[in-house]
């Protein structure tokens, strides 16, 4: 049974950081690229940072300089550390063992996380 599990959300003041977790099981996690998305009230989820599987980053301009991803093979576990964080940034942010557009997670039998929320304050 494959699971993706988030954590590491919560409230922060605009200007703070947070550090976001997805621990996989279930599937030779070394293997797979990984993606972090978030999902804010009334919008479309959308890709904010990838992870190949040489840990080759990438990021969503949106979050460029202030977000960075990384991954733990050992521990089967990809990050988001969050900086400078914006009210904008306010969202629940799901972890996927695919990196690209959501018909692409859908196409290829991507997994999701059940998601954590990230709220930032003014």
């Known amino acids: 049974q494959v699971q993706l599990v988030e954590s590491g959300g919560g409230l922060v003041q605009a200007g703070g950081s947070l550090r976001l977790s997805c621990t996989v099981s279930?599937?030779?996690?070394?293997?797979?690229?990984m993606g972090w998305y978030r999902q804010a009230p009334g919008k479309q989820r959308e890709l904010v940072a990838g992870?190949?599987?040489?840990?080759?980053?990438s990021y969503a301009d949106s979050v460029k300089g202030r977000f960075t991803i990384s991954r733990d093979n050992e521990k089967n576990t990809a990050y988001l550390q969050m900086n400078d964080l914006k009210p904008e940034d306010t969202a629940v942010y799901y972890c996927?063992?695919?990196?690209?557009?959501?018909?692409?997670?859908?196409?290829?039998?991507?997994?999701w996380g059940q998601g954590t929320q990230v709220t930032v304050s003014s």
């Open positions: 996927s063992n695919r990196v690209g557009s959501l018909a692409v997670v859908r196409a290829t039998g991507g997994y």
């Open positions: 279930g599937l030779v996690f070394r293997i797979y690229e």
């Open positions: 992870i190949s599987r040489s840990s080759s980053p």
